[in-house]
Every structure is written in structure tokens, then in C-alpha cells.
């Protein structure tokens, strides 16, 4: 069994601060992929990484890729509390989506 | 173009039960997986349907089936409701699944009582 698991579980800041959250298994898997998910709706995709070391930027939002493709990171700059939610990473290993178990994130204005 | 469409939206059941679970996926997708997420967890994949057939299989007891229509549509039955069921559960389209782009649905919010 491929686990994912995230870390901090919940993380509240003030408008304006920047934060890391991290994704890491024993696994190696094909691809990654990040979600932010809102009360009542389901999780909307924020970006894949596929290759080893690879970083993406998506506004305020940096991702990484680990080398060794095991792990991942997602770093806010002056987090926004339209930034609030659940915040789940995804490894895509052949035909399901095997998902973390998030970190809830609280930006407080 | 409509997203992913679930229903119902929410849905009170007693133990003992069974549920009908319904997903019309984004026009043109092909594949619909399912997914349970328990209050404060991440979800965990259920099924995946590929152009009709099961093409993979969660860690869920037989009491969860599921099917997909030639109108790529699909509906997830839960049979004999535990308390544990108790869960949103999600749907995903996808053009072909595998590592394909997955959208997700709002869900239906179902209660075991």
C-alpha cells in the first residue's frame, strides 16, 4: 500500500505570513498532484509535477517535486485568507489517486 | 459546460439500509472514479470505471458496488449501512483516468443514523 502522509495536519496564521506544508511517502510515484478542497465542495486541482526536482508557480503558490519523486512540498508567499482549506496532495500510481490526509490551513485576516 | 454533477447532494439513512449513489461525469470524460472522504481525512479511491469496466479497486468491503452506463454516467451502491459509512463521497471524471486530469464533484454527504 502507496501512503502519503502530510504534514503539518492544521496550520493558522495571519494574513501576510508565508508557510510550507509537505507531502512525503516511502513510495515512488509517476506523479503528484496537489488539491485545495472548501467546506462543501470537492477538491479542485492546483498543479501536477511528473519529473524529479521539478518546480512549478502557480501566483503566490511554489511547488516541488523531490528527486527521487517520493515527496513533495507546497510553499505560500503572503498567504491571503482566500487561501483558507484543506490543502491534499495526490500520488497517481496507475489507475487511482492515492491521497494524503491534508493539511487545513487558517489564514486569518 | 456543466462540471461534474452528483446527487443527491445530501442523503439521511439508517443502518441496515442501502444507498444509491448517482455521477454524470464532464461531457466527453470516459472515466468516472469514487471516492469516500471521512470527516477530517483525505479521500480514498473506491472504484475506477473505464468506458463501462472496473478498471481498479479500493480497500472497500463487497457490500460497495458500482457501475457505469453507456452515457459514461455511473452509480455507487452501498448495501447493509454501518455507521462508518457515514462520509462524503466524491466523484472524479476524467478523459481516460490513469494519470489523466481528475474533476471532482461537490459530493453527496451521506449520514448513517
Known amino acids: 500500500t502507496q501512503l502519503l502522509e502530510q504534514s503539518p495536519q492544521f496550520l493558522s496564521i495571519q494574513e501576510g505570513e508565508n508557510l510550507t506544508v509537505y507531502c512525503n511517502s516511502s513510495s515512488v510515484f509517476s506523479s503528484l498532484q496537489w488539491y485545495r478542497q472548501e467546506p462543501g465542495e470537492g477538491p479542485v486541482l492546483l498543479v501536477t509535477?511528473?519529473?524529479?526536482?521539478e518546480v512549478k508557480k502557480l501566483k503566490r503558490l511554489t511547488f516541488q517535486f523531490g528527486d527521487a519523486r517520493k515527496d513533495s512540498s507546497l510553499h505560500i508567499t503572503a498567504a491571503q485568507p482566500g487561501d483558507t482549506g484543506l490543502y491534499l496532495c495526490?500520488?497517481?500510481?496507475?489507475?487511482?489517486?492515492?491521497f494524503g490526509g491534508g493539511t487545513r490551513l487558517m489564514v486569518k485576516p | 459546460d456543466a462540471g461534474v454533477t452528483q446527487s443527491p447532494t445530501h442523503l439521511i439513512k439508517t443502518r441496515g439500509q442501502h444507498v444509491t449513489l448517482r455521477c454524470s461525469p464532464i461531457s466527453g470524460h470516459k472515466s468516472v472514479s469514487w471516492y469516500q472522504q471521512v470527516l477530517g481525512q483525505g479521500p480514498q479511491f473506491i472504484f475506477q470505471?473505464?468506458?463501462?469496466?472496473?478498471?481498479g479497486r479500493g480497500n472497500f468491503p463487497d457490500r460497495f458496488s458500482a457501475r457505469q452506463f453507456p452515457n459514461y454516467s455511473s452509480e455507487l451502491n452501498v448495501n447493509a449501512l454501518l455507521l462508518g459509512d457515514s462520509a462524503l463521497y466524491l466523484c472524479?471524471?476524467?478523459?481516460?483516468?490513469?494519470?489523466?486530469?481528475?474533476?471532482f464533484g461537490q459530493g453527496t454527504r451521506l449520514t448513517v443514523v
Open positions: 472524479a471524471s476524467s478523459f481516460a483516468g490513469g494519470d489523466t486530469e481528475a474533476f
Open positions: 509535477v511528473v519529473t524529479g526536482g
Open positions: 495526490a500520488g497517481v500510481p496507475g489507475n487511482m489517486l492515492t
Open positions: 470505471y473505464y468506458e463501462k469496466e472496473e478498471r
